[in-house]
């Protein structure tokens, strides 16, 4: 079983800045891309940043410049720096990631139960 397990969240001031944490746990083959998703009170969730197994990365643009995200696949974590927060990032920030659980066995995506940001003076 795989479980993916967010940690970092809190309340900061509007300029601030957070890390939040994602670890990977389980009967775990491969891991390719990781997503980090938000989604707001009354809003949809939408994607914020995404890494590839190579480590290449894209963005969304109300976070450009502002977010970084990374990965250790030595501890199987993905990682969202977050710098210069708004009140408007303020949301439920979700990781997932794309694991193989066997050699021979299919690609899934798996969710964590995400992590609250609030962003607030």
């Known amino acids: 079983q795989v479980q993916l397990v967010e940690s970092g969240g809190g309340l900061v001031q509007p300029g601030g800045s957070l890390r939040l944490s994602c670890a990977v746990s389980?009967?775990?083959?491969?891991?390719?891309?990781m997503d980090w998703y938000r989604q707001a009170p009354g809003k949809q969730r939408e994607l914020v940043a995404t890494?590839?197994?190579?480590?290449?990365?894209n963005y969304a643009d109300s976070v450009k410049g502002r977010f970084a995200i990374s990965r250790d696949n030595t501890k199987n974590t993905t990682y969202l720096q977050m710098n210069s927060l708004k009140p408007e990032d303020t949301a439920v920030y979700y990781c997932?990631?794309?694991?193989?659980?066997?050699?021979?066995?299919?690609?899934?995506?798996?969710w964590g139960q995400g992590t609250q940001v609030a962003v607030s003076p």
């Open positions: 997932n990631a794309r694991a193989r659980v066997s050699v021979l066995g299919s690609i899934a995506l798996y």
């Open positions: 389980g009967s775990i083959f491969s891991i390719g891309a």
């Open positions: 890494i590839t197994s190579d480590g290449g990365t």
